[in-house]
Every structure is written in C-alpha cells, then in structure tokens.
C-alpha cells in the first residue's frame, strides 16, 4: 500500500491551471518537509517546489516561480501543487515525496529541491498539455 498518494492529474490546455494533491496521510513515520517533483522520459527527475511540514516555509526553482505554489493542511497531511499558465514544457509525471530525516531547531523549517532529500515516493500522476 502507498504510502504517498498523489491525486489531481489530467489533461489541460495551455494556459490552464492544475492542483495536485498529496496524500500522506498513510505516512507512518515522522516526517519534516514535502516535495513535488517531475519527470519526463528519459529526462532526471527535477525539483518543482517544496514545503518544510512545522512552519510552511516553501522554495521553488526559477523556472516555476510565478507559476507554481506549494501549500498545505498539516493537520490533514495533506499538501498541495498549484499549477496556473501552464505550458507545453509542463508535460510531465509529477511526483510527492516526503523527506523523513530527523532534524530539529531552525532546520525544522526548511525543504530542500534535490531528489536525495527525500526517502519515500508516491507513485505519480500524469499531467498533459497539449501543444
């Protein structure tokens, strides 16, 4: 059973806009910060946005700022990805992961865009934008 699940996924046009939603609410572990990924074949998977879990404190690459925000119900460990004005380059499997490494004081709010921070993964969703 997954323990990540993300949700929110589809097709839309360009210029449109997406929510992705993940679900960790099966996570059995502690966990400190959330990270949404993405994925085309054949390409590495490249950091989108991340969340720290204790104080909400968010970073995204260039490429998406503007575009792409991060939030979250920590009480419902549920998080999300807001996509608006998306693009054709959007294309791609997007994938939640949590980072689970004990941590405490001023580290406890942050989150990090690498894909070696994070230890478990869901299993993606599909986003499509047709050119």
């Not at 400190?32 to 490249?46: H, M, N, S, T």
């Not at 925000?69 to 419902?76: E, F, K, P």
């Not at 996509?83 to 959007?90: F, H, I, V, Y």
């Amino acid at each position: 059973q997954r323990q990540l699940v993300e949700s929110g996924g589809g097709l839309v046009h360009p210029g449109g806009a997406l929510r992705l939603s993940c679900d960790a609410s099966r996570f059995t572990l502690n966990y400190y910060a959330i990270g949404w990924f993405r994925q085309a074949p054949g390409k590495e998977r490249e950091g989108v946005g991340c969340i720290s879990r204790w104080g909400g404190v968010t970073d995204a690459p260039e490429s998406v700022k503007g575009r792409f925000t991060i939030s979250g119900d920590n009480a419902r460990n549920l998080w999300y990805l807001q996509m608006n004005s998306l693009e054709a380059g959007d294309q791609d499997v997007y994938y939640c992961a949590v980072d689970s490494t004990p941590r405490s004081g001023s580290y406890l709010y942050t989150c990090g865009l690498g894909r070696v921070e994070y230890d478990t993964w869901g299993a993606g969703t599909q986003v499509t934008v047709p050119s």
